[in-house]
């Protein structure tokens, strides 16, 4: 699996919409057939900042993401309303998606 984390340092005046800027994008992304999840998180304390959570089945199929219409579009639609360079996490590691975590489960009632 190629899992990414994106950190987005976006312009103030387009932080509260930038969901919504970026809709069409997560939304084709997330119908890629090599795509095994894509979530966008904000921080608690600056609400300037975005983080995006991302992971593609192999190589391939992150290849085909890039190398996608809706990335061109998506690219140019984020760098109007960024402040800086996004900083990225990309690497490969072995599975298909979230593991359960073993230090933490839910407490009985």
Same mark, same amino acid.
């Given at each position: 699996?190629?899992?990414?984390?994106?950190?987005?340092?976006?312009?103030?005046?387009?932080?509260?919409? $930038?969901?919504?800027? !970026? @809709? =069409?994008?997560?939304?084709? *992304?997330?119908? %890629?057939?090599?795509?095994?999840?894509?979530? $966008?998180?904000?921080? !608690? @304390? =600056?609400?300037?900042?975005? *983080?995006?959570? %991302?992971?593609?089945?192999?190589?391939?199929?992150?290849?085909?993401? !890039?190398?996608?219409?809706?990335?061109?579009?998506?690219? %140019?639609?984020?760098?109007?309303?960024?402040?800086?360079?996004?900083?990225?996490?990309?690497?490969?590691?072995?599975?298909?998606?979230?593991?359960?975590?073993?230090?933490?489960?839910?407490?009985?009632?």
């Amino acid at each position: 699996m190629i899992f990414i984390a994106v950190r987005f340092d976006v312009r103030p005046e387009f932080s509260d919409e $930038w969901l919504a800027i !970026v @809709d =069409d994008f997560t939304q084709a *992304t997330r119908n %890629e057939p090599g795509n095994l999840f894509y979530d $966008w998180s904000r921080s !608690v @304390d =600056d609400p300037n900042k975005y *983080t995006l959570l %991302e992971a593609f089945a192999d190589a391939e199929a992150g290849a085909a993401h !890039v190398a996608s219409d809706h990335f061109k579009a998506g690219m %140019e639609t984020m760098a109007g309303a960024i402040a800086t360079t996004p900083e990225i996490i990309n690497v490969e590691v072995p599975g298909q998606g979230w593991s359960a975590m073993a230090e933490l489960s839910p407490r009985e009632a």
